[in-house]
């Protein structure tokens, strides 16, 4: 009831070499979910591993937000839990246990999707790493409530800091964030991280879907342990195209998958990630 539509759905036989799907070597599949397509809107990347049961969810993703009533209405006329925090404010949970927050007002004509929330343990350490080594721009910070608002442009999803107690706890999900930029840009990134001393997850390299375009990514990691993923734009624009069978698909591998019916039979339960 929140996301607009299914923009593509994909299936693997084996786990992803820059670790898209967590540190799994399985059989996963991907779907895309947004209110338009990738290339100017933020999009929900959703992995599901078959032989995984459940995770274990920390205190590193805290949340999306989005401005729509149509979404609130939806919710209500599902009977799906909402939680009013403030005025046309409400928190619900999708169902693994990820937050979103709801502003109950007129859905925007672009992207309703406002920000995405992300815990860090030290708010100036890793605003100064988004900021002066990533590249984005401050937009707004708040002593008093421990968080940075920051973003590439006002036209774009933004990106919350928020401070929590202690260190940050990843659980066993492993979310990451990405962006496009040109491809000319991906060693340029690599080159300055290095330079920098900072985490470099995956070094540059080639990720190759079967009948589709060859992406390169760099995956760095900030101060936190948060997942951030660069990919090659002219590339991705290939790949990332608004698949219009993608529905169909979806509901096909939901359909052929017979993973808890194999468990139940063998007396068994899926692990627990």
Known sequence: ??????????????????????????KWSKTMVGFGPE?????????????????QLGNDFLGLTLQSSQAVS??????????????????????????????????????????????????????????????????DQSEKNKTALLGFADSQCKLELRNVSGAVDRGTAFGR?????????????EASMKKENQQILTPLVSLDTPGKATVEVVILADPDGHEICFVGDEAFRQLSAVDPKGDELLDQAMAEDKSDEWFAKHNRQKAAA
């Open 1 to 26: 009831f929140c996301f607009g539509q299914v923009l593509r759905h994909e299936e693997f036989e084996e786990g992803c070499k820059a670790t898209c799907n967590g540190p799994y070597d399985g």
């Open 177 to 189: 964030i990405a962006f496009s930029c040109p491809r000319e840009q991906l060693p340029v990134i």
């Open 39 to 55: 290339d100017d809107h933020f999009v929900a990347e959703l992995t599901y591993n078959y032989d995984v049961g459940e995770y």
């Open 74 to 139: 939806n919710a209500k006329r599902l009977g799906w839990p909402l939680e009013q925090v403030e005025e046309a404010l409400y928190l619900t949970h999708a169902p693994g246990g990820y937050p979103f927050y709801i502003v109950d007002k007129d859905q925007p004509p672009h992207d309703p999707v406002q920000k995405v929330s992300l815990g860090v343990s030290d708010l100036h350490r890793s605003t100064h790493y988004w900021a002066s080594l990533l590249g984005m721009t401050v937009l």
